[in-house]
């Protein structure tokens, strides 16, 4: 590819799904109130006053590699721990660590920690001296899985850390290695007061940019659920969830690999406008910290994340689907944060033209600028093709935009280990909506039958309508016995035999079968052969003979409620 400006940045037997979880366990912050705001403390807190950096040469810098990614602060190496700070301890036996960092003209300040040990109770908050900002509090519940921590950026070029730790709790261990100095103002990038610039030339694109909540956007509500903002190293890029095919809820994202996104990345959620064209309000504080780098190749320009935190039910989650066929889409669409910014869409009604690594479209509503780097592509079937690359330049109209071609990325990088673990070969994946798609569950009793304690009953596979690989398997039955499977969407518990019948009529009975010589009975489910819908709860249950059980000669297993998904 030549003469391009390089975009930017932004730019299974009975698993339950494990995204959702009370807000308190992954939100960057959790709420509350800083003690030393609210027992006001004499005694000052020590300074530490980081370098500052030669802005002039970062900018000079950020132009000359096109805003690739969108760089907003400086990485300046600070070092402060518990040692530095100062502790003043509270009537009530609460101790209060306290400690002031200045980076001079810095737009925004953030920390990161590689090290954030908190004992159980402790808080950490982040305010300024006006008391007009406040964060936090952040709890060992917020400690990424690398041991370390960042928070978001917070206005100005000064902060005070306050640690509350309560009475005969354990010692904490904090340490920052880097203050991260804003030197282009991120919060005027969102909201359009600043601009890049030359080379960038982004300085008159906020009226070509689309809300994804106007009429452009209105059938792909699920795609816009999918996309998020990153920010990561003082960088804004964009990413989007990606389901697998055990439909598990694994957190994984799709980015671009120049964005260089590291374990302290920031992911936000529905940060798009309630209305088009703005005034209803744009959220920016559904967010979850943390993540782990899966793979990431520069040929394809692509990046495979896995979000460390679980993800609350109000953010809303949906994992978008994949094509990986390698075909053209007739009709193509990307969603993204530009300049880390309320959520965008751009449509290609032409769809997309294959090149060696890359996907390129050419808009005929929308742009991308700095901060959509990392968005999603996505086909008539809105399912992801590739992350956002790179443009031929920062216009209004006429931008031609390269995405990676995430066919090339899942077999160069040998993606199917955590997008397809049920190997199943798939070229292409629907999307969950995790809302319509509850974990399975286990049901009524089993009894007691002449070989053991009873029999369970439980699945393999997938419960996704679409896929059509769904397995039933019974263990605990006596060997070589004759029984049958039968379900129906009625819950009851009736004494039937030696056991108790859970699923009421109507029922759908399945031929007989033969449990082997272990005593396992499996049954391969049609799903295309049965009224069974995504969105829809079945119960199964497995009836089988028994005669040396004694009584009626007969027995049941237990039940498996069986949500399917699409």
């Known amino acids: 590819m030549t003469s391009t400006s390089l975009l930017v940045s932004g730019g299974a037997i009975g698993m339950a799904l494990c995204l959702f979880a009370s807000p308190a366990s992954a939100q960057v912050s959790q709420g509350g109130q800083p003690?030393?705001?609210?027992?006001?403390?004499?005694?000052?807190a020590p300074v530490v006053v980081a370098p500052t950096p030669d802005v002039a040469a970062y900018m000079a810098e950020d132009e000359e590699r096109g805003h690739r990614p969108l760089r907003y602060g400086a990485l300046v190496d600070v070092g402060v721990d518990i040692g530095d700070g100062v502790w003043t301890t509270m009537r009530d036996g609460t101790r209060v660590w306290r400690i002031q960092i200045a980076s001079p003209g810095a737009k925004s300040l953030a920390l990161e920690f590689d090290r954030f040990e908190l004992p159980n109770g402790a808080k950490l908050f982040v305010y300024?001296?006006?008391?007009?900002?406040?964060?936090?509090a952040y709890t060992a519940e917020n400690r990424h899985a690398d041991g370390g921590f960042g928070f978001e950026p917070f206005p100005g070029d000064r902060l005070t850390l306050e640690l509350d730790v309560p009475a005969g709790a354990g010692e904490p261990d904090l340490r920052t290695t880097t203050?991260?100095?804003?030197?282009?103002?991120?919060?005027?990038?969102?909201?359009?007061?600043v601009t890049v610039g030359g080379g960038g030339g982004q300085s008159s694109l906020g009226p070509c940019l689309i809300d994804v909540n106007c009429p452009e956007g209105a059938n792909w509500g699920d795609q816009k659920r999918a996309t998020m903002r990153t920010l990561s190293n003082g960088a804004l890029c964009s990413g989007a969830l990606v389901n697998n095919t055990s439909l598990d809820g694994t957190r994984y994202v799709l980015t671009a690999n120049h964005c260089g996104q590291l374990s302290n990345c920031i992911f936000t959620f529905l940060y798009q406008e309630a209305i088009c064209g703005g005034g209803g309000g744009a959220p920016q504080n559904m967010t979850v910290s943390g993540c782990t780098v899966l793979t990431s190749n520069s040929n394809f320009d692509c990046r495979l994340l896995r979000i460390d935190n679980p993800i609350p039910a109000n953010?809303?989650?949906?994992?978008?689907?994949?094509?990986?066929?390698?075909?053209?889409?007739?009709?193509?669409?990307?969603?993204?944060?530009?300049?880390?910014?309320?959520?965008?869409?751009?449509?290609?009604?032409?769809g997309t033209n294959g090149e060696a690594t890359l996907w390129r479209v050419a808009w005929n509503a929308g742009t991308l600028e700095g901060g959509s780097s990392g968005g999603p592509l996505f086909d008539q079937d809105g399912r992801v093709k590739g992350p956002a690359c790179c443009v031929n330049a920062f216009v209004c109209s006429g931008q031609t935009a390269w995405f990676g071609r995430f066919d090339q990325f899942y077999v160069s990088d040998s993606i199917a280990q955590w997008l397809d673990p049920l190997n199943s070969g798939a070229m292409t994946l629907d999307g969950i909506d995790p809302q319509l798609c509850t974990?399975?569950?286990q049901t009524c009793f089993t009894s007691p039958n002449s070989v053991g304690p009873g029999a369970i009953i439980t699945y393999y596979g997938s419960r996704s309508r679409?896929?059509?690989?769904?397995?039933?398997?019974?263990?605990?039955?006596?060997?070589?016995?004759?029984?049958?499977?039968?379900?129906?969407q009625n819950e009851i518990l009736q004494p039937f035999g030696n056991g108790y019948r859970c699923v009421g009529n109507p029922v759908v009975r399945l031929p007989?079968?033969?449990?082997?010589?272990?005593?396992?009975?499996?049954?391969?489910?049609?799903?295309?052969?049965t009224q069974i819908q995504a969105a829809q709860t079945w119960l199964f249950q497995y009836w089988y003979r028994n005669p040396a059980g004694g009584g009626a000669g007969y027995n049941l297993s237990d039940a498996i409620g069986v949500p399917f998904c699409p």
């Not at 300024?128 to 936090?136: K, M, N, P, W």
């Not at 990986?324 to 669409?333: D, E, H, Q, S, V």
């Open 315 to 350: 953010y809303q989650p949906y994992f978008a689907g994949w094509n990986r066929t390698g075909a053209n889409a007739t009709f193509a669409f990307a969603m993204g944060h530009p300049s880390g910014g309320p959520k965008k869409i751009s449509i290609d009604n032409n």
């Open 179 to 193: 203050v991260i100095h804003d030197y282009r103002d991120i919060f005027g990038l969102q909201n359009g007061t």
């Open 439 to 441: 974990p399975p569950f």
């Open 128 to 136: 300024d001296e006006e008391i007009a900002t406040v964060l936090g």
């Open 35 to 44: 003690l030393g705001l609210l027992r006001p403390i004499t005694e000052p």
């Open 512 to 529: 007989i079968i033969q449990a082997n010589v272990f005593g396992d009975a499996t049954y391969d489910l049609d799903l295309n052969a």
């Open 466 to 488: 679409a896929m059509n690989d769904f397995h039933l398997l019974t263990n605990g039955l006596p060997p070589n016995g004759f029984g049958l499977y039968f379900y129906g």
